[in-house]
């Protein structure tokens, strides 16, 4: 058996699909007896539907740049959170920075933190939150910023 490893943004997935020779290659590779894995900064809600749509069924996922792993199940194998505190302190700096917010990943799903001017640049997700709010998210995995032009420019997962 071997195991082929890929991203999914800009990668398996390009231009908004999946495209068919991505998913011909894959069954087969699948068919042979080997393994496919999903290595992404994406949180478990925005993959899940995504895959599920293709009919893409990988054999494990590495989730949240590494702080999530699961099987092909969506079962649990690794889940680091970032420490309460640390995340607090690395929302709070981002927080003063711009009115950009910051995007927060918890185990299941995504919400964003405001700025302190109350805007956000990030993708529209569970929801949105003050940074007062944030001090009550248990379980944070990744924070993230997006800019305008849809570049992601700092993340910092848990391990």
């Known amino acids: 058996m071997k195991c082929a490893v890929s991203d999914f943004d ?10 068919p020779r991505n998913l011909k290659a894959v069954r087969a590779w699948q068919s042979a007896g080997n393994w496919f894995v999903i290595a992404t900064g994406r949180n ?7 895959l599920d749509e293709y009919g893409v069924k990988p054999d494990a996922l590495i989730l949240n740049n590494g702080a999530v792993i ?32 910051s995007g927060v990943s918890l185990r299941h799903y995504k919400v964003n933190v405001l700025s302190g ?3 956000t640049t990030q993708k529209p997700c569970s929801g949105d939150l003050t940074i007062d709010e ?3 998210l248990e379980e944070i995995v990744q924070i993230h910023r997006r800019r305008p032009d849809e570049a992601i420019y700092g993340s910092c997962a848990g391990i």
């Open 117 to 119: 001017a109350g805007t």
């Open 10 to 19: 800009r990668t398996f997935y390009v231009d908004s699909r999946v495209s």
């Open 134 to 136: 944030a001090g009550g």
């Open 44 to 50: 478990e809600a925005s993959l899940r539907q995504l």
């Open 70 to 101: 699961l099987d092909r199940e969506w079962r649990e194998l690794f889940c680091k959170p970032i420490g309460k505190e640390t995340a607090m302190e690395v929302l709070r700096y981002l927080h003063g920075l711009d009115g950009d917010g």
